[in-house]
Nanobody, 126 residues
């Protein structure tokens, strides 16, 4: 089992930056795949970035070049730069113990992740 706690969400103006953190407590093994997702009201949860074993990073097209995902032992980070109003959402950290989740076809699919944090709100004003 993995317990996840996000922090770092805030309200910023467009063009600003934020750094989200996700503290992970793993009791049954180290997560093979961790990711950030986001969800706006009335929209489906979408994958933002994934960090897989082998220190590989993957990004949704909408954030490529602006966001950077990293992991330091038991903490996952999301550095968000050049924020846009459309980045406004609740951001969730997710983890899974199965390496199959890290495959290209599944690493940004919310249904493949077993463990989720409670979310942290990011609001970007124009």
């Amino acid at each position: 089992q993995v317990h996840l706690v996000e922090s770092g969400g805030d309200s910023v103006q467009a063009g600003g930056s934020l750094r989200l953190s996700c503290a992970a407590s793993a009791y049954t093994g180290s997560p093979k795949c961790m990711a950030w997702f986001r969800q706006s009201p009335g929209k489906e949860r979408e994958g933002v970035a994934a960090f897989t074993t082998g220190i590989r990073t993957y990004y949704a097209d909408s954030v490529e070049g602006r966001f950077a995902i990293s992991r330091n032992e038991n903490t996952l980070f999301l550095q968000m730069n050049s924020l846009l109003p459309e980045d406004t959402a609740m951001y969730y950290c997710a983890a899974d113990l199965h390496s199959s989740t890290c495959l290209a076809s599944t690493r940004l699919m919310p249904g493949r992740y077993s463990y989720w944090g409670q979310g942290t709100q990011v609001t970007v004003s124009s």
